[in-house]
């Protein structure tokens, strides 16, 4: 089984971020918790050690992942240049959920981009991660740490029930932050391009850059090519068929109830603890930051109760819920307009 210790992710400890950091240095795998969700981190230009994430998730070798620093000036060994708008980004929300893809050196391997010409980058906002990435000296790759196309994770205990025997350690550092991914912004280009909602709303990057173009991924449309994480597979998805139903309110929950009697063993994600349906029920929450915290760890409670079918209720897709909804969409086998 993988090695789990416990650090506090206030106060990580020395010795214990040390231990972890020599995993990285010889080639290993370390799952950590950032603000976002768990990733599973490895040395970023370590071509060998990156092969490994890709096979103990068994993620398609055209899906970029994310490179993690924690020094702003790591980032002249990755990316060939920083135009100002990504300067002003980076000011605003370093260290945070914002991770910027710029053109990349010829140090970063091919396998860590995906094979693009181009690097995804970001500075977490995470005590724990932060340490890992200065004591292992080295810039850390790091997809979410579960198997390819599941659930986030957002707690040690999903990375355990994923990657528990696969992977050489798993930092425990507590629940995440935020609990959907980082936001990517293409700044290679004028303006700019969201890839993926995350933890960064739109809204907050147009204070700063003003025009930002939106990729259709972005509304949970498949993408032919893979520029950032996300966006050309079916990802996010629990075990059961999830079906998003878009609408009123009052129209989606009409619509669920008319769709629970055609199943046998129905669960509903609900955002009105006022909408009574039948079947086993839960209310995630009424706001975009309450869903987003709770959402992926809501559909491993459900594939834990044994439904065939979540039915969810759609939100609204501004500021954080925009996220959201991409998330849904992503992992949804059906969407339905009430």
């Keep these: 089984m993988s090695k789990i210790i416990k650090i506090n992710k206030n106060s990580p400890e020395v010795s214990k971020i040390k231990l972890a950091a020599e995993v990285i240095k010889k080639g290993g795998l370390v799952a950590f918790p950032t603000e976002t969700v768990y990733g599973l981190g490895a040395d970023a230009l370590n071509e060998k050690a990156v092969k490994k994430i890709f096979k103990v998730k068994g993620r398609p070798a055209d899906d970029p992942i994310i490179v993690h620093v924690a020094d702003r000036k790591e980032l002249k060994r990755l990316a060939e240049e920083i135009p100002e708008e990504a300067e002003e980004l980076i000011e605003r929300f370093w260290p945070g ?48 740490a579960n198997l390819f196309g599941k659930p986030s994770p957002t707690s040690a205990k999903h990375v355990e029930h994923d990657l528990g025997g696969k992977v050489d350690l798993i930092i425990d550092g507590g629940s995440t932050r935020i609990g959907v991914e980082s936001t990517v912004l293409d700044v290679t280009s004028s303006p700019p391009v969201l890839l993926r909602p995350g933890g960064v709303t739109l809204e907050e990057l147009r204070e700063v850059v003003g025009e930002i173009l939106l990729h259709p991924a972005v509304k949970g449309r498949a993408s032919r090519v893979a520029r950032a994480p996300g966006m050309k597979y079916r990802h996010y998805a629990p075990k059961a068929k999830l079906i998003l139903v878009e609408g009123k309110p009052e129209r989606v929950r009409r619509k669920i109830q008319q769709l629970l009697k055609k199943f046998k063993s129905p669960g509903v994600i609900t955002t009105n603890e006022k909408h009574s349906y039948n079947g086993e029920v839960v209310f995630i929450g009424s706001e975009a930051k309450e869903i987003a915290r709770n959402l992926f760890k809501v559909f491993r409670e459900f594939d834990e109760r044994g439904v065939d079918v979540i039915l969810a209720e759609s939100i609204s897709e501004t500021g954080l819920g925009l996220a959201v909804m991409n998330r849904l969409k992503k992992a949804a086998y059906k969407i339905i307009r009430a």
């Design 97 to 144: 959920p914002l991770t910027l893809v710029l053109k990349k050196t010829e140090r970063v391997p091919k396998v860590t981009t995906g094979g693009l010409e181009t690097v995804a980058v970001r500075m977490p906002d995470n005590a724990i991660a932060l340490s890992l990435i200065k004591e292992a000296g080295t810039p850390i790759a790091a997809p979410s």
